[in-house]
């Protein structure tokens, strides 16, 4: 009985719910224009970065490296 003369009011008066929902956006939009930037994780802030292996200047070493890494492939 309450809520269907609730409906009512609010069917017969939509100047009131198109203000409470104006209201609504307004408040929200003030809430994060303060709240400032939200904190977060920088993906950059550590370096993922592998350092280089150790340089191989020996042809006998070297061919083996790339005959294993050809035979990966293939």
């Given at each position: 009985?309450?809520?269907?003369?609730i409906l009512?009011?609010?069917?017969?008066n939509?100047?009131?719910?198109?203000?409470?929902?104006?209201?609504?956006?307004f408040?929200?939009?003030?809430?994060i224009?303060?709240?400032?930037p939200k904190?977060?994780?920088?993906?950059?802030?550590?370096?993922?970065?592998?350092?280089?292996?150790a340089?191989v200047?020996?042809h006998?070493?070297?061919?083996?490296v790339i005959?294993?890494?050809?035979?990966?492939?293939?």
């Amino acid at each position: 009985m309450i809520m269907t003369d609730i409906l009512n009011y609010l069917l017969t008066n939509p100047g009131l719910v198109i203000a409470l929902f104006l209201l609504y956006c307004f408040i929200y939009a003030l809430s994060i224009l303060f709240s400032g930037p939200k904190p977060g994780r920088n993906p950059f802030a550590t370096r993922h970065v592998r350092p280089p292996p150790a340089l191989v200047t020996d042809h006998t070493d070297r061919n083996k490296v790339i005959k294993y890494s050809e035979s990966v492939y293939f």
